[in-house]
């Protein structure tokens, strides 16, 4: 091994350590400026730079969310901005313990030869972004697939060439010494069941660490961000928490190398309850090779965003929201969360 290469996986292992510690999870922020926009809007509030700039300085600086929240994923613009007294976001976000990471995906395109299949774009020019988000204190990046469940979709081709470009995007994420976030989302819009559910998401998450293995990627040092096996929102009867840890463990035994420090579930549009719920059955099983834990954006941040609507009054509400579910989920990781 050459002294560059050490000092990389130095550099993984302590990222790691820092991201992956009893009692944590990740809290998502990384919204793009067309989502993010959707979530202002559903409390009134419009999406200006500095709206943004405000409500995620505020939850960064959340007292007491560093307790809970090991790591915070930005969105690029949130990287160069700074707080109300000039601190820049990532350093709020270390000052408060949090390590900082990055999306950096650019989104998604429909896939051509498929009927309604898209693919994440955003490897072209990667290597160099990411030693720019490095300099502004990103640790680890985020990467996301999306998979959409018919009768007849995802296609064998979304299924090996999404799950090809997540493994380029891992490998040149190792090569620079950042921490890829893998995530591949089988989405929970729909009326499938969760047998539908578990049988795409185990084609899904078997076909990644294949591509993961071919470019050589090394799975201690990656955390995969996955949806749970669970029915679709528009299913007759939704999946009780017991049914979502017995089919989400049995699926992810078959496909997740033991290799891997930590799952972090996305909650993917379940309410914040039902996606605590769920977390605090999956941590109510016997244990597991891999940490099971939250890198949750809607679950978390819903209550905030509620308790804030747009009034810079409305501060310590949000933030107090916020950090109390946090809180809640971290209870849900050692199985001891009661509704
Ligand atoms: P949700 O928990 O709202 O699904 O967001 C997580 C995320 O980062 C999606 O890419």
Known sequence: MSTGQANNENTLQATIEALVQPGKGILAADESEKTIAKRFQSVGVGSTVDNRRWYRSSIIAAPGLGDIVSG?????ETLTQRADDGTLLPALAAHNGIVAGVKVDKGKLPLSGTVGDEITQGLDGLAHRLTQYQRHGARFAKWRNVYHVTATSPSRLAIASNAEVLARYAAICQAQGMVPIVEPEVLMDGD??????AEITEAVVHEVFHALHRHGVALEYMLLKPNMVIAGKDHLTPSTPEEVATYTIRCFRRVVPAAVPSINFLSGGQTPIQATANLNALNSL???????????????????LDAWRGDAANEEALQSALVRRAKLNGKALLGAYEQ
């Open 72 to 76: 915070i994923i930005f969105f690029e």
């Open 192 to 197: 499938h069941s969760i047998d539908r559910c």
């Open 286 to 304: 016997s244990k597991q090779p891999w940490a099971l834990t939250f890198s949750f954006g809607r679950a978390l941040q819903e209550p905030a």
